[in-house]
């Protein structure tokens, strides 16, 4: 047996596993603690006195963020990992950090704008945290766009792997911009708001008691489990990609 | 035995703007492209007097910034198509001396083209340009995206669509650039106080610093076979 059906063999192994029991339960947890925090933003919670209902967004807003930079950040640490160790596991978690990153942060600006409709009066500003997180997004789209482009494996990974390190900058200028760049009118609910900041509420104990939970499961279970599922699916696709390569050349 | 650094980093620079001076190819194309683009700036934002002095310096930066990509391009893809790269990558040459070649080719181009378009512009805009504080933020900020610029271009240039992708890898990247770049241009310009453009160019020089130090760690696994 060649080294190349070997490993394919291997592969389809692990991709007809069962799912680990540790998965199943983080998936049950991750589904469970979705509808608690769901029930405390949209209705333990107390209505905001100036904003009204369409504040309740916030709870998921802000978490989504976070959720974006736990998985960006997998994607920083997987590639690091591959390039220092060279496993495929580690890629695999840094392109699923990448695609549910992405997913997380395309929340984060769909909530905004949901929200910033009323409060702003508009659902698009360039206002500057709004264009870099929105840029943000971009450099991932270009990301998934790049590792399309680039055919022989063990190259994408390695350029992969530093695309993914590099792009993390945005993500820091996102989570930084709002206290360098003074103009913005994008409110900081935890710490003092800038200046300009419309649309800012106070972080009463109500607040807090219903965003902890949320920023919680958002920033730990939900990116975890999804990016867990991401790979296993990735070593199913590549397993199915080689045996139809075996199937091709016999 | 390796081949000692900053020798390595000069033979490499020193080649490519030898082929440079002698074609004057790269150069030439950049100013041309670099002119339209301020001209078709002109008529598309319509500039009048005060909208100019707003927006002079998001011209000159974003003007530069699309004419390096250019560059960059050519520059890897003359490496790869003569094989000239994987013959360096022979050599016992440590890969940070090959980025660092690179990028001081690339930007000394993209830094001649901005000495150009400085004088060019403030003919054009009547607006003085040619300040010394200028000068040091656009050399500030050209050494930041070209060490981006030179990273990527020897990533993207072993892709498929290597010219179109180039722009899409970069220019996300390279936003803090054009957002520090412009805020300093901008405050000189404007006569602010010291302190406001000197926090932005302070800034410009910290990302410079922090992604020349990435790139250069990263260059060795791109280049890796």
Redesign the interface.
Known sequence: MTENTQSIAMGAGQAGRPQPRLLRVLTLATILGFAATLYLGLVAAGTDIQQGQVQRIFYIHMPAFFGAFTAFGLTVLGGILY?ARGSETWDKIALAGVEVGFAFSLINLLTGAIWARPIWNTWWTWD?RLT?AA??C??YA?YL??RA????RR?KR??M???G???F??VL?TLFIIR?VPETIHPVIVGASPQNAQGTFEATSGVVMALTPSLLLWLTLMPATLIWHRVRLETRLEALQNRKIEILSE | MKTPFLPAVIAIAAKDLRAETRSRELLSLMTLFALLSILVFSFALDLDKRVREESVSGVFWVTLIFASLLGFNRSMAQEQDSGALDAILLTPTPRGAIFLGKLLSNAMITLALGLILLPLMTALYGMNLLDWRVVLTTTVGVFGFCA?GT??AA??S????REA?LP??LL??A??FV?MATRATKAILAGAPAPEWQGALF?LAAITA??LA??LL?FG??V??
């Open positions: 390039l500057p870099s840029i943000m971009l450099t270009a766009m790049l482009g680039i055919e022989d190259r390695a350029f792997s530093v695309y390190i590099l792009s900058v945005t200028i360098v | 981006i990273l990527l990533l993207t072993r892709s498929r669509a992708l899409i890898a996300p990247i936003l803090p957002l800034m922090i992604y990435l790139c990263l696994y791109v890796e076979e």
